[in-house]
């Protein structure tokens, strides 16, 4: 399979830095990143059918082990501060008015011929959404292979989803503040969330959190000049809920009182927090034993005797605090990170598929209320993490 998933890949001449500057995106083709490749990957439309039914029925089993975390309150199982719970109950509550916007599936398989994994969801606030939407799309236009096409309606569709959010809520005014930490990259991927609200029907605006005032009695404003002030009634973060519930306490309990109070509307959502820790995937585990999509997902490297296995933490990022074991318990790679007082879940090791250069492929297709755009991580080690290549793909 390896001879095969190299003859996948379309070589093309690469843009220049000065194309990607004129489209905004110069952050990704800096030359001390080396991110931006000039291949793409050829799929059928089988094998991308593949990715997309196995997305629908993992969002199904992730409600369903949701339900069950609130069912049971195992909010400690999974991770989920006392303080974050009462917001994610009744955003529960409300998820037929205010549904998730969007989520990124992680997975290993089809490429090489082996059955779709999970190896983990990104349900809050996945990245990768300039390089998905616009980069891979413009590499295919140079590339200009007769015939072929990309599974890519990444704003599209999140355009859509905003739509539908809008007309559930029709008393509320149709303005959406959307906020970052400031960084280059989330201010980028903060751009696609924004047109992508745009064309839904909202009238858009981007501030850094700093800069933003939340008011428990009143709601979520941004001050205008002296003495004025501009209410939104709907918020868009891209900062994680588990940032906010462990690093941010006071901001968590207003937000929670916005919520409940129904002041405003926050995407994503707070439920999300119960899908973005990694421990729902024991959960999963639990409610669907050997399920053909999951990989063995427990709390203790003692259930992987025998068998080799990845260590990581519940709310760990971008491949850091990640340690992959051989069946002998022997580690084989590890990386740092920023994460590691988070507890671990530990999950069967799966191979990705693999080209001749030893370099993995990781598979994220972004979903709504279905998969709706796919691209990859290419990686030489093991993990896929912040030094991953981003590859993208062509359908033929």
Not at 4 to 26: D, Q, T, V
Request: proline residues 3%; aromatic residues 12%.
């Amino acid at each position: 399979m390896e001879d095969n998933l190299n003859n996948r890949l379309y070589e093309f001449k690469a843009p220049s830095y000065k194309f990607w500057k004129k489209l905004g995106l110069a952050y990704y083709a800096e030359e001390d990143m080396e991110y931006l490749t000039n291949q793409l990957l050829c799929l059928s439309d089988m094998e991308v059918k593949q990715y997309a039914d196995a997305c629908t029925e993992l969002y199904g089993m992730y409600e369903k082990a949701a339900q069950h975390v609130i069912d049971n309150e195992l909010w400690d199982e999974i991770g989920i501060p006392e303080n974050a719970i009462e917001i994610i109950k009744h955003s529960w509550e409300q998820r037929k008015k205010i549904p998730q916007l969007y989520g990124r599936f992680d997975l290993a398989g089809v490429l090489d011929g082996k059955p779709v994994k999970l190896i983990e969801f990104n349900a809050d606030t996945a990245t990768v959404m300039p390089e998905t939407a616009i980069v891979q799309f413009e590499q295919l236009k140079i590339a200009n292979i007769k015939g072929s096409f990309q599974y890519s309606q990444l704003v599209e569709r999140m355009s859509r989803r905003f739509e539908l959010i809008k007309s559930l809520s029709p008393d509320r005014e149709a303005n959406i503040l959307l906020s970052d930490l400031g960084h280059e990259e989330d201010i980028l991927n903060l751009d696609i969330i924004t047109a992508a609200a745009g064309g839904g029907g909202f009238k858009t605006k981007q501030m850094a959190l700093e800069r933003v005032i939340f008011s428990e009695d009143e709601g979520i404003f941004i001050q205008l000049g002296e003495d004025k002030f501009l209410r939104y009634d709907y918020w868009f973060k891209l900062i994680p809920w588990e940032f906010i519930a462990y690093e941010e306490p006071e901001l968590m309990d207003i937000l929670t009182k916005i919520v409940t109070k129904d002041l405003a509307v926050i995407l994503n959502p707070a439920f999300t927090m119960i899908f973005q820790s990694k421990a729902i995937m024991k959960i999963l585990w639990d409610l669907f034993p050997n399920h053909h999509l999951l990989l063995k997902t427990t709390f203790s490297a003692a259930d992987f005797k025998f068998q080799p296995y990845v260590q990581k933490v519940i709310f760990g990022r971008e491949g850091e605090n990640v340690k992959i074991f051989d069946s002998g318990a022997k580690m084989l790679e590890e990386n740092d990170g920023d994460f590691g007082d988070y507890p671990s879940v530990f999950q069967s090791f799966v191979e990705l598929p693999k080209d001749r250069d030893e370099e993995i492929y990781q598979a994220g297709i972004y979903f709504t209320d279905k998969a709706v755009s796919l691209s990859y991580r290419r990686r030489d080690g093991l993990i896929v993490d912040e030094d991953s290549e981003f590859i993208g793909h062509y359908v033929l």
